[in-house]
């Protein structure tokens, strides 16, 4: 995904990019370290390229590969740096006797990872998630200079329950596992699902997601954050009433959140103009 050549403080004025150089409403420093970090650590990017073949090539699926994994940590980071500029204040770390700088630290990680079950398989991947992303979290914590051993233990766990409860029943206990489970459903638009469509894959998720043109999150009247979702065609309701909204639910973001869908095809023959939830 390229960058934005106009930004804000806030990074991208869409929402779109976490930059780190950017300034932020929550400290960045511990963050921007994890961020370097997996991005140099070949392990990690083999499985987000592996994790990939399952759901794409196997099954014709919606990507879930390097490119989604950086998508969700994107819009998961401006998500949280939203929430914070609007006064929410977190619980995952803080119950944990942890730091504020720990509960971006704890998101990024759990975006990173959600997914590395699909390495094992499309169907129940949360749960495949949850030991392969243990194992590499051993090794991240211990390799980052500023977690003791107890402090890495609650961090692992803050990232696992959060990897768990973003595609699953299993309802989220703090906001930071919110904000993992609402990004994973704010990657969503056409590209995402080019594959899949050009290799004849007509499933409704793939349908749907090739109706949707763009994603923007802003700073919201009455509620801390504006996500206004650009489509082309009433195909993309799904993706807004029926997964989004899913994900909303129990998420515990429900009343800071304002989520508005917009038909931009100018013609007479558009069934949807605008929805809100």
Known sequence: MSESTETTETGDGDGRIYEPGAEH??????????????AD???????????????VARKQYNDHGQKHIEIVRHRALCLYDLLKRGGVVFNGAREQGLGEADEPVIIALAAT??????????DDHPYYSIPLAGSLLDRILEDLP????????RVKSEVLHAILCHDTDEQPLTLE???VRVADALDMESGRSRFPYEQGGRGINTVSSQAIEAVNLRPGEGTPVLIEIEMTNAAGVYQVDNLLKAKLRDSGLEEHLRIVAINSRQDADRIVERIEL
Not at 113 to 122: A, Q, T, Y
Not at 146 to 153: G, H, K, L, Q
């Open 113 to 122: 990872l959600h997914d590395i079950g699909h390495v094992v398989h499309r």
């Open 146 to 153: 500023f977690y003791d051993v107890a402090e890495a233990v």
């Open 25 to 38: 409403a929550f400290p960045d420093a511990r963050l921007n370290e994890v961020l370097a970090y997996v």
């Open 177 to 179: 596992a919110g904000v």
């Open 41 to 55: 650590d070949e392990e990690i990017q083999a499985y987000l390229t592996a994790q990939n073949v399952n759901p």
